[in-house]
Every structure is written in structure tokens, then in C-alpha cells.
């Protein structure tokens, strides 16, 4: 990871042309994640958004805009172009895909990469901040079908390279990739960032509407962490099926396709988002007391915690007082941190807050 820091701070700050969704994609992705984040995660999430990080900057300091930041940094000579993308390959005529080369990292490893750093105690609050930025952005990604596919065919055996190469007729859009990068259309890519207060207001109508499609089903196993693999499956199981069904190359775009993408981005965007929600709670799970013990005449007790994080233990005599007192702050190193006083007949109730 520090080589990836060393590294990130040479190359210029410069955009490609070629990313999954749109900006206002990973903006709808993220938000619909936060509208679903527990307190602990959600508080987490924002100090970490917070923490200064290369290339942060006004467009992509909130929740929801810095899940664009790995686009914002994104350059033609940066080694981390492939993690945003796995090339699973199938054929459009029955052409052999043995031509196809793996990239020596893609999506799914960068996805498992940034869950396995936001679980490692010991990383850093900036490297953290990074991993976070990253995995705001590559959950989006890994929803878009063709981020996870390349079609070969008789003309294009080593791949269409996610459809970038895949030439189509229409108004808007060159190549199949940008189309399915626009959602047929559901996404404007109209929000400026910085995002105003009538931009969020736009973001946050859009999300609605695709809430009110399809709703979230919180997870009822909170701390499992899914095989992001499984998730690029469903896509290129998607691409194959539906984002090349009835096209050759130069064809015209019908407007009964284009009403099938928008359908399908709605749904991939709706479960993108319900997945990082999903993933960021079991990552940062609530604050919950366990093991208090009384032991040798003294009171303890512990709770889980996220490292760096600090904790204020608090009590008092009656849950009707109208305040509580502070008795110490905690600054967790693992993640675990305990309390433990001298044992008072005295009645007394304790809490801890991050």
C-alpha cells in the first residue's frame, strides 16, 4: 500500500474518456449506499472522507462525489487504470477467446484488496481514507455489465475491450461501452461538482425514484462480506444476454434497446448501491458492549472499535438525569478497547460514544 501512495503522487491528475458509469453514476451509487449506512459506519465513512488524501479536492470531498475521485485521478499512464475493470470473455460467433490476456489486477482484485485494508487495524487513517475513496468508486463499476466482458469475435479476437470497440449508430454515443456508460440515458451526467444544494436535491430525486423500484432489503447477515467475483459474474452474465442481444457492428440503436438499458441500469444502480451500503456496516459495524465483568473489586467492561478512532466513556446515577459525565476518553489501537474503575455500591449507568 505505500507503494501505491508513492506511486499515486507522480502521476498527473488527468480524466480518460473511458469509465464505468458517468460521474452522476458513482454520485447515485454512493448516495443510495449512505441513505443506508449505520450510525458507526456512516460517522466512520465521513472522518475518513475528511482526511486529506492526494487529488482530494471540493469536487470530491462528500460522500457521494468522492466516489468519483479514482476517475478524478485516473491517467493513460496510470498502472491502476485496470482496477476498474475484470475482462471476462465470451464469443459473438463461436471465435476461440483464448486470445484474451488477464490483466495482472483488475475490479474484483482491487474490490477484495480495499475490503482487506479497511480491515487491517494497523493501516493508516490516510491509507484508509484511499481504500474507502477506491472502494466507493469500484463497487460502481463492477454493476456496469460491460466493465466485466469483452466480446471476441472473427474481427476482434483479442476483444472488444468492454465494448469500447464495438461501433453502433446513434445520436449520442460512438461505441456500446459509452451507451451502457450513460445508461441508455438515465444518466445526464448533468451535476456539476462541486454539488449545490439544488444539484443534491436532484441527485436525491433520482434516488428515489430508483428506491421506490426497488426498495432495500436490509442484510439479515450484517457481517458477511460478499465475493465481489459473484458480482462480476452477474454482469458479464448481463452483457452476454442483454447489452449485445440483436446488434452487429454500426448498428442502429432501437428505442426499444435503449428503454432495456435504462431498466437494467436502474436495477444495477439501485443493487450497487444496496451492496456498499451492505459492505461499508459489516466493515464498520455498530458499537456494541460486551464481557462486563466484576472481578477482584473492580467494574469492567469492553467494546468493538475501529483503530484511531477515539471513544468518550460517560455515566450516570439515573437514566432520567438530564446529562451525562464524561470520565474518559479512549483512543482505540486494535480493535477492541476496555474500561475498568474500582467497584461503588452506588447505582450507575455507563455508555460509550464514538
Known amino acids: ?117 479497511l480491515q487491517n487495524p494497523g493501516l493508516t487513517p490516510s491509507n484508509q481514507a484511499v481504500n474507502l475513496r477506491f472502494l466507493l468508486h469500484f463497487v460502481g463499476d463492477i454493476q456496469q455489465p460491460l466493465h466485466c466482458s469483452t466480446a471476441v469475435s472473427a474481427t476482434r479476437t483479442t476483444g472488444d475491450a468492454g465494448g469500447n470497440t464495438f461501433y453502433i449508430t446513434s445520436d449520442y454515443w460512438s461505441n456500446l461501452h459509452s451507451l451502457w456508460d450513460a445508461g441508455g440515458g438515465f444518466l445526464f451526467d448533468s451535476l456539476s461538482r462541486p454539488l449545490s444544494a439544488a444539484s443534491q436535491n436532484t441527485l436525491n430525486a433520482k434516488v428515489a425514484l430508483i428506491e421506490a423500484d426497488y426498495p432495500y432489503n436490509y442484510n439479515t447477515n450484517p457481517g458477511a462480506i460478499t465475493n ?48 456498499l451500503a451492505d459492505l461499508l456496516n459489516a466493515l464498520f459495524p455498530p458499537l456494541t458492549l460486551t464481557a462486563i465483568t466484576r472481578t477482584n473489586g473492580n467494574f469492567s467492561f469492553s467494546w468493538n472499535t475501529i483503530s484511531n478512532s477515539t471513544y468518550k466513556v460517560q455515566w450516570k446515577q439515573q437514566l432520567s438525569d438530564p446529562t451525562w459525565n464524561d470520565l474518559t476518553n479512549i483512543t482505540a489501537t486494535t480493535n477492541s478497547a476496555s474500561f475498568k474503575e474500582k467497584f461503588s455500591p452506588a447505582q450507575r449507568f455507563y455508555r460509550v460514544t464514538q
Open 1 to 117: 500500500m505505500n507503494k501505491f501512495l508513492t506511486s499515486l503522487l507522480v502521476f498527473l491528475c488527468l480524466q480518460l474518456s473511458v469509465r464505468a458509469w458517468n460521474a452522476e453514476g458513482h454520485m447515485l451509487v454512493a448516495q443510495i449506499a449512505y441513505n443506508h449506512l449505520n450510525p458507526a459506519a456512516k460517522a466512520r465513512c465521513d472522518a475518513l472522507i475528511a482526511t486529506s488524501v492526494q487529488y482530494a479536492s471540493s469536487i470530491n470531498n462528500t460522500f457521494a462525489t468522492a466516489a468519483c475521485w479514482a476517475d478524478d485521478i485516473k491517467s493513460s499512464t496510470s498502472a491502476y487504470s485496470t482496477w476498474h475493470y475484470i475482462d471476462l470473455p465470451f464469443s459473438l460467433d463461436g471465435t476461440a477467446t483464448s486470445g484474451i490476456v488477464p490483466a495482472a489486477f483488475d475490479v474484483v482484485q482491487a474490490v477484495n484488496l480495499c475490503v482487506t485494508n
Open 228 to 275: 465481489s467475483m459473484i458480482w462480476a459474474q452477474e454482469s458479464f452474465n448481463v452483457a452476454k444476454t442483454v447489452c449485445y442481444a440483436g446488434l452487429t457492428q454500426n448498428a442502429t440503436i432501437s428505442t426499444g434497446y435503449l428503454d432495456t438499458a435504462v431498466a437494467i441500469t436502474e436495477q444495477r444502480m439501485a443493487q450497487g448501491g444496496h451492496r
